[in-house]
């Protein structure tokens, strides 16, 4: 069974930072696309940054370009959101998720090419 779980989350003053964590099991994600997705409920679910496959591009959303950054660690079979500069705006439930296809290209990354996923973990920035 393939299980994400996120942490991390939490309440951060504007222009604070995050790190958000997501452990994953049951699958491998070297090589493999994992991205993250954010909702704010009564919005879409937007896709925030990614690894494409062979981890060797990231993509970034426009609106967190220059202060998001995705990383991972093999070892730990474990990937992680570096966000920084957060913006009220920024506030929502972030998800993470892994894909067993091929993703490549410069988009940011979008829900229906992602097989598997976390739970969400909120996040909250204050004005």
């Known amino acids: 069974e393939v299980q994400l779980v996120e942490s991390g989350g939490g309440l951060v003053q504007a222009g604070g930072s995050l790190r958000l964590s997501c452990a994953v099991s049951?699958?491998?994600?070297?090589?493999?696309?994992i991205a993250w997705f954010r909702r704010v409920p009564g919005k879409e679910r937007e896709g925030v940054a990614c690894f494409t496959s062979s981890h060797d591009r990231s993509n970034y959303a426009d609106s967190v370009k220059g202060r998001f950054t995705i990383s991972s660690d093999n070892a730990k079979n474990s990937f992680y959101l570096q966000m920084n500069s957060l913006e009220p705006e920024d506030t929502a439930v972030y998800y993470c998720a892994a894909s067993s296809g091929l993703i490549t290209g410069t988009t940011p990354p979008r829900w229906w090419e992602y097989d598997y996923w976390g739970q969400g973990t909120q996040v909250t920035v204050s004005s």
């Open positions: 049951g699958f491998t994600i070297d090589q493999e696309p």
